[in-house]
């Protein structure tokens, strides 16, 4: 850690949605075996430990319930991360829209105290707004910068125009002047009602 701050890291990111090796049956079919797991026996000390030996800040990639939410704030988390790893590391883990959604929908106040980031399944220009009407800070992408990188620094560039045309589009169609006010109005949120963990009283 202090070789990386030395080098000029501006922050850690903890990747904790992936502690472990998952089940991949295309993999398993090939043989092919995976040994980068380290530990599936993450906790907040650990957390606590590392924020000791540094004075740059820990981001947790992969909180995904309200509880660990109001637990990482409890640990002087400043900005944490929403994120199922793409989807491929546990069957039905809940996306990210929903991750925000039950924080929004139990502990509104988290967007208000701490920065928070997600990813995971953003495609289009209208799955970033959705995420910002619920508080989300900044949303990352994974797989299509990868698809674009085949094409090389065009590639990406391209994407990155399609995007930011998708969401200035998308945010005119809804009437939306500032994309760091979209309100939460615009979503239908009774689907997401269906599927999230509402929690009975206080934490």
Not at 109 to 136: I, M
Not at 143 to 152: K, W
Request: aromatic share 6%.
């Amino acid at each position: 850690m202090a070789r990386t701050e030395k080098n000029g890291a501006k922050a850690f990111i903890w990747t904790i949605d992936a502690p472990s090796t998952s089940v991949r049956h295309r993999a398993a079919r090939y043989d092919i075996s995976n040994s980068n797991a380290v530990t599936s026996a993450l906790t907040w000390d650990i957390y606590d430990q590392m924020k000791n030996r540094t004075s740059l800040p820990i981001i947790p990639k992969g909180i995904n319930t309200v509880e660990d939410t109001l637990t990482a704030i409890q640990h002087g988390v400043k900005v944490l991360w929403n994120s199922n790893h793409g989807g491929r590391q546990l069957d039905h883990s809940p996306s990210p829209l929903e991750i925000a959604y039950e924080i929004h929908r139990n502990a509104p106040e988290v967007f208000t105290k701490v920065d928070v980031l997600a990813d995971s399944g953003v495609r289009y220009g209208s799955d970033v707004l959705k995420l910002l009407a619920l508080g989300v800070k900044a949303v990352g992408m994974g797989r299509p910068f990868m698809y674009a990188n085949c094409y090389g620094e065009e590639g990406v560039r391209r994407l990155m125009q399609i995007m930011k045309t998708e969401i200035l589009t998308d945010a005119q169609q809804s009437g939306v002047t500032d994309v760091q006010k979209v309100p939460v109005g615009l979503l239908n949120l009774r689907k997401l009602e269906e599927s999230v963990f509402i929690m009975d009283g206080k934490y």
